[in-house]
């Protein structure tokens, strides 16, 4: 592959090996005598955030700086797009200065597969709109991985702002295609009945309490406000009465059962702080491993044929 606009695009066997590829990566940001390798030494990779973001766009930094890349942080709120300089042209305009790869988040659904028919560069896709965001389905799969040995036949429940959620959708591409079974669960005004037409193979809940004692993991969903999700909940008293996972909900669930969350987290929204911070989560786990997995892709893509390293 040329780019990384989605999972959707991905076979297991991609995916798989991404995600072997992290492991070998992981190995090398736990050493310290190590840390960084030389691996993408002399390429440029521009990372070109239009939405704002804290785990992504500092865990691609990181990683670059750890296979050695040269970075360059275009500052949108500075750029020439206040001038009315589109985005086609804004991208045209920094490929002519020639970089290997350019990592963009975007609010746009399809920014980045509009980009890639323009760009020599390979496109990263960190998020656009409610569509994609594939690395963090990766480092979530990295995570679940890690932790249960296996992705087939795990049980993996996805609570809450399902409607507006690009980390959904990432989600049920890779989950389904891994072999996990996924049920979702919120109000039918943010669970959108025909991503069964897509995903035929998924459950879908209204209720959470049934739902959690067949789960090995449980990730919990931000209520992104900020997209007009509280249009779609009669109040936020009422989501947290019905969906939130609290001490009480959680002790329904398996005692090894692993509580994922994408972040930023809204405590006392959809998770109380008393499990987001308590024994099954996996919280800043994901964020951890989202270095060595995006080192993992970062490297794929500018050596597709390559030999896995260290
Ligand atoms: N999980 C995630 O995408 O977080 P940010 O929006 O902070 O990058």
């Known amino acids: ?28 940001c736990e050493r310290p005598e190590i840390k960084i390798v030389p691996a993408l030494r002399k390429r440029l990779i521009v990372n070109l955030f239009f939405e704002n973001s ?29 001038k009315g300089e589109t985005l086609v042209d804004t991208a045209l305009n920094l490929q002519a200065m020639h970089p290997d790869l350019i990592v963009m988040r975007h609010s746009a659904p399809g920014a980045h597969a509009l980009l890639a028919r323009h760009m020599k560069a390979s496109i990263v896709n960190a998020g656009d709109g409610a569509h994609e965001h594939p690395t963090q389905a ?5 995570t679940l991985r890690k932790r249960f040995s296996r992705l087939e036949g795990l049980r993996v429940a996805i609570v809450g702002d399902i409607r507006n959620s690009r ?5 049920l591409w890779l989950l389904t295609k891994m072999g996990a079974h996924v049920t979702l669960v919120g109000p039918p005004t943010l669970v959108p009945a025909e991503l069964k037409e897509t995903w035929p193979g998924i459950e879908i809940a209204h209720e959470l309490e049934p739902v959690l004692p067949h789960q090995d993991a449980v990730m ?8 007009g ?10 989501y947290v009465r019905f969906y939130q ?17 994408p972040g930023p987290i809204n405590r ?22 989202g270095v060595p997995v995006r080192m993992a892709v970062l490297f794929l893509l500018c050596n597709p044929h390559g030999e896995q390293v260290p």
């Open 1 to 28: 592959h040329r780019h990384l606009l989605g999972i959707e695009p991905l076979t297991p066997q991609d995916i798989l090996a991404i995600l072997d590829q992290a492991r070998a990566f992981e190995e090398v």
């Open 54 to 82: 804290t785990r992504t766009r500092n865990s691609f930094e990181i990683a670059e700086k750890r296979l050695s890349a040269e970075i360059i942080n275009f500052d949108a709120d500075t750029s020439s797009l206040s």
């Open 138 to 142: 990766l480092l979530d799969a990295y």
């Open 167 to 171: 980390v959904v959708r990432s989600n």
């Open 220 to 227: 919990m969903l931000r209520c992104q406000f900020e997209r």
């Open 229 to 238: 999700t509280g249009a779609f909940i009669p109040g936020q008293g009422e």
């Open 245 to 261: 996972l609290n001490a009480q909900r959680l002790r329904l669930c398996r005692p090894d059962v692993a509580v994922l969350h």
């Open 268 to 289: 006392g929204v959809e998770i109380t702080s008393e499990v987001a911070d308590g024994p099954n989560n996996l919280i800043l786990d994901q964020v951890t491993n």
